[in-house]
């Protein structure tokens, strides 16, 4: 179980990979990370639709020219972005995730991590929720982007569902579609009550809402066996709060 990555760049052999790079091409390199990393913070404050070369011209005290030499164009910079704080999801949710057991247990690891994250992202803004109110009614490249990794995230909860499903943790009449609607609303429910409204104990509320689903597609043998299992204490977060 893979996302989707959307690197156009070809993947080098190994023995390609060992070789050092020469020195220009790896402060190349060393450049396009730093303003990357610089994008990412103004995207996250002010949107996908927030960034210009100009500011991160200001922002990394280079010059315009030099941050288009390495981007080329505002929506090459965008979908950069979105191709990087992909990235960084897949490290920080999806791979850890899925060194769980298939079942359950990968299926709680998966949303328990990007249920963290988004609590996390409160003060900052989560770049799929937030572009994907940029640019819902925006056909382009870059709406493209942005969609593609949000369905490569949403297909690989699909997945982990189905498995639970296999392994007889969920109900064999389970529609992992429905499932995954209900999981990705608590997601923006959270980042909304959280972020907008500032109400306290959202982050309470998400788990909460999880276990509600879990227990209604869950198999009567599991059900059984979570009710006798001790309640573990949830960590809190900025969200959390009360």
Known sequence: MHLVSLSTEPVPEAAAASRPLPKALQKGQQTRATILEAAL???SHMGLEGLSIGALAEVTMMSKS???AHFGSREELQISVIREYHA??????FFPAIKEPRGEARLR????????RVSVEVDSGCIYISGAVEFDDRPGPVRDALAAMVRSWHAALARAIRLAIAA???RADTDPEQMLFELHGLILALHHDARFLRSPGALDRARAGFEHVLSHYRTAADAGVAAAAPA????????GRR
């Open 109 to 116: 690891a998966l949303f328990e991590r990007w249920l963290r």
């Open 66 to 68: 030099g941050v288009f």
């Open 88 to 93: 960084r999801f897949e490290e920080e949710v």
């Open 41 to 43: 913070g103004l995207a």
């Open 232 to 239: 573990k204490p949830a960590p809190r977060g900025r969200a």
């Open 168 to 170: 007889g943790h969920l």
